[in-house]
């Protein structure tokens, strides 16, 4: 069971553009949303994350926008650099109890010249 | 360092063998869980430990999985009997209860290659 849906499974940006990705969870017990970056060979990396006492949350050139009547959220990645090419995973847990988490199927982005 | 290491980094076996894996948290990190990432997947919890005790075991660690966290620090996973199916990235993360909403720290995984 699928929990939390992520889209699209690649992206293709040009550099200084806006990368948008975004998932959808199903649990409303979920209280706790981050977004991980991974690159090839590494262990994710806690990029930025968010609870749904916001609608959106700034660093830096990251940006998560929230929305909890549609169980949606997404990142927004500003001025994208060649950088930032890696694999974005969005995910979900509850704050208290087992908090682990919830992992979307990822989304390959690749930032070009 | 201060970071999550694990080791090996890299495991290749044959099929039947057993095979053990070390995870050593962030020092002060009293949560440990394993996740299981295969190709173009997301990592998929496994079972994660609060100081020494085993809390939860996802439904996706069989029999043939057992973890163990003797002291409260560092944590093994051992896999006896391996199949191809095992053939993944096993992902360690830490965090300390009640700071910044479960922020886990991921290691960099141990990659296992059943032949």
């Known amino acids: 069971q699928q929990q939390v849906k992520q889209s699209p499974q690649s992206l293709i940006v040009q550099k200084g553009g806006i990368s948008i990705i975004n998932c959808a969870y199903e649990n409303t017990a979920f209280d706790y949303f981050p977004w991980y970056q991974q690159f090839p060979g590494k262990g994710p990396a806690l990029l930025i994350a968010i609870r749904p006492d916001v609608s959106e949350k700034k660093e830096g050139r990251f940006t998560i926008s929230f929305n909890k009547s549609a169980k949606q959220f997404s990142l927004h990645i500003m001025d994208s650099q060649p950088g930032d090419s890696a694999t974005y995973f969005c995910?979900?847990?509850?704050?208290?109890?087992?908090?682990?988490?919830?992992f979307g199927t990822g989304t390959r982005l690749t930032i070009i010249p | 360092d201060t970071g999550v290491s694990q080791d090996p980094r890299h495991k290749i076996t044959k099929r039947g063998q057993n095979v053990t894996f070390r995870c050593d948290p962030i020092s002060e990190h009293n949560r440990l869980y394993w996740y299981r990432q295969t190709l173009g997947q997301g990592p998929e919890f496994l079972t994660y430990f609060q100081n020494e005790a085993q809390l939860e075991k996802s439904r996706l660690l069989s029999d043939r999985f057992s973890a163990e966290r003797p002291k409260g620090s560092f944590s093994t996973l051992e896999i006896q009997r391996t199949e191809q199916g095992d053939s993944a990235m096993y992902l360690c993360?830490?965090?300390?209860?009640?700071?910044?909403?479960?922020?886990?720290?991921f290691g960099p995984g141990t990659r296992l290659t059943v032949l």
């Open positions: 995910a979900a847990s509850k704050v208290f109890g087992n908090e682990k988490l919830t």
């Open positions: 993360a830490s965090s300390l209860v009640g700071d910044n909403y479960n922020e886990q720290f």
